[in-house]
């Protein structure tokens, strides 16, 4: 079976959660959602998940537990969460903006806000999904700081970026100044695509493997079981 790209972009995105333990998972957007509930049916099955209100779930949707306000905001502080959010801005760093798009005191465009994000970043493990891989998103400087890079987090003992992952490939931060890195590009995508997609000087090892291909069991556990209405394609449609 041929996987398509979004089913490698959910393979990325749950990578992210490979080997986590018991954590909780915090995936925004739907190829995150899947990813997420693919690791916990195949490679990572003690992680968390939840309704986000107050209940903790399995892929299927089955209640497993409660988790109150408060026990959550513990997972959150005390780095036990990996949360994959979205960025409407993203730079070489890792520094995220999903407030607004010119200066903040005046800003050309308004969106979502800072919301939970300097929390989330400061205090847990946080990846990033991009389903629209393009230099207005992947900039040389953020327009507004919300979540925070490598460079503006000096101290916080649970800060960590571990991918970000697109739907043309999967970065990550491992150069010595922390900036971004391409670690693979996913089937029928050029290393000169991303270049040109990108607002910025990436990292390029000299050879870029692959995003990995779903194995026949975890396709099937993609088409079959977990997104079988094809909920995937509302974001990436190749």
Known sequence: MTATRAEHCVIAC?????GAGEILASPMGLIPSVGARLARLTFSPDLLLTDGEAMLVG????????????????????????VMMGASQIDRFGNQNIACIGDWAQPRRQLLGVRGAPVNT???PTSYWIPRHSRRVFVRRVDMVCGVGYDHAD???HHRIPRVVSDLGVFDF??????MRLASVHPGVSVEEVREATGFALTVPDEVPYTRDPTPAELRLIREVIDPENTRAREVDR
């Open 59 to 82: 892929p299927d949707g089955t209640v497993e537990g409660w988790l109150p306000y408060r026990r959550h905001l513990d997972l959150v502080t005390g780095g036990r969460r990996h």
């Open 14 to 18: 749950a990578e992210a959660w490979r």
């Open 174 to 179: 491992a150069t010595p100044d922390r900036s």
């Open 155 to 157: 101290g916080a003992r």
């Open 122 to 124: 400061l205090n847990n």
